[in-house]
């Protein structure tokens, strides 16, 4: 039995194992993914006994995603810009290696609901970890230009300054808050709208992060929130015409490159939908 393993703290209930064992047991693979709760004063332990641990691979979510990267032997370029990393591989003799899979999960999101990156103007709510793997992606995809809107400008700033850097987009990418009129004027001229904030998460589930006037046709709008799967703001861009790309899709799609990078297979992303949606307490 191949084992992995999804860490986080609080974990809550992970719908990781869920999704991967699913597939595992559609592939036929002698596989299993188990949750393990890792607090941030026991990750220090967890990861200087993962080598010899009989693991082979682990997720790993909030708030894990940038301190494991120390432990790691060798980091995927792109998980070195991002300064994080969602999954780890366990490969000959223990040596660790850290990739992120969600810049990619998001980008496939978006390239399957027939959304062109190259050329567009995007504005992503949120400054945090997941933002920054999303900013990161489409900048490096070709966006015209990233606003990056957050309730606290100056986390907003610094992810923009930084990311101009490591991406050499320093004119492409700019910090707006993350409400009021310079969030309606950045949205005027955008393309796609990403939202990477945890609000319209439950149990808040009927908070929007934009008011509704600011969704029209012609934009496409990601929501990277999974629970609920329909959240308020996608519910508002059906209603104002916009395409509407649910948070379950970047999360199969980290899922399915994780399970690329473990095991070299093409992941079933159709029994890992089914298993999520039903987990997510939906049935297709
Ligand atoms: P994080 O690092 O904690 O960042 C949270 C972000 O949300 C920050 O920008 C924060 O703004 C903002 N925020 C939180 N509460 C807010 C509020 N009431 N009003 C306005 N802004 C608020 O979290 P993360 O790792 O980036 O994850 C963000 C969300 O994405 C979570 O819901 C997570 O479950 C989801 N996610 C989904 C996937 C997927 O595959 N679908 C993958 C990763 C994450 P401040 O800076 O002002 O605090």
């Not at 082979?56 to 894990?64: D, E, R, S």
């Not at 990393?85 to 899979?101: F, I, R, S």
């Not at 790309?245 to 799609?253: A, D, K, Q, S």
Request: net charge positive; glycine share 12%; charged share 15%.
């Amino acid at each position: 039995m191949t084992r992995y393993a999804v860490i986080g703290w609080p974990l809550g209930h992970s719908m990781s194992p869920a999704i991967h064992n699913a597939s595992f047991e559609a592939l036929g693979l002698s596989c299993r993914m188990e949750a393990v709760a890792v607090p941030p004063a026991g990750l220090d332990a967890f990861m200087r006994s993962l080598p010899s641990s009989g693991l082979c691979g682990v997720a790993v979510t909030i708030p894990h995603k940038a301190a494991v990267l120390t432990y790691c032997a060798s980091v995927e370029p792109g998980a070195g810009k991002i300064g994080a990393a969602n999954t780890l591989a366990v490969g000959e003799g223990g040596n660790l290696g850290a990739h992120n899979t969600d810049a990619a999960a998001a980008a496939r999101a978006l390239r399957e609901a027939g959304v062109e990156v190259a050329g567009r103007r995007a504005v992503v709510l949120g400054a945090g970890g997941a933002a920054r793997a999303i900013c990161y992606r489409l900048l490096r995809d070709g966006a015209a230009h990233v606003a990056i809107a957050n309730r606290t400008l100056s986390r907003a700033e610094a992810l923009g300054r930084d990311l101009g850097r490591v991406c050499g987009a320093a004119g492409r990418v700019a910090a707006v808050p993350g409400s009021g009129a310079a969030l309606e004027e950045a949205l005027a001229s955008a393309g796609i709208l990403v939202n990477a904030t945890s609000v319209g998460m439950s149990p808040r589930a009927g908070e929007s992060p934009v008011p509704r006037a600011l969704l029209r046709a012609g934009l496409a709008v990601m929501d990277i929130v999974y629970n609920p799967i329909e959240t308020r703001l996608l519910a508002d861009a059906r209603r104002a015409g916009a395409a509407a790309i649910p948070g379950t899709e970047m999360f199969l799609y980290q899922a399915a490159e994780q399970e690329r990078i473990w095991l070299g297979v093409e992941a079933p992303v159709e029994v890992m939908r089914k298993a999520l949606l039903s987990g997510l307490g939906r049935s297709l």
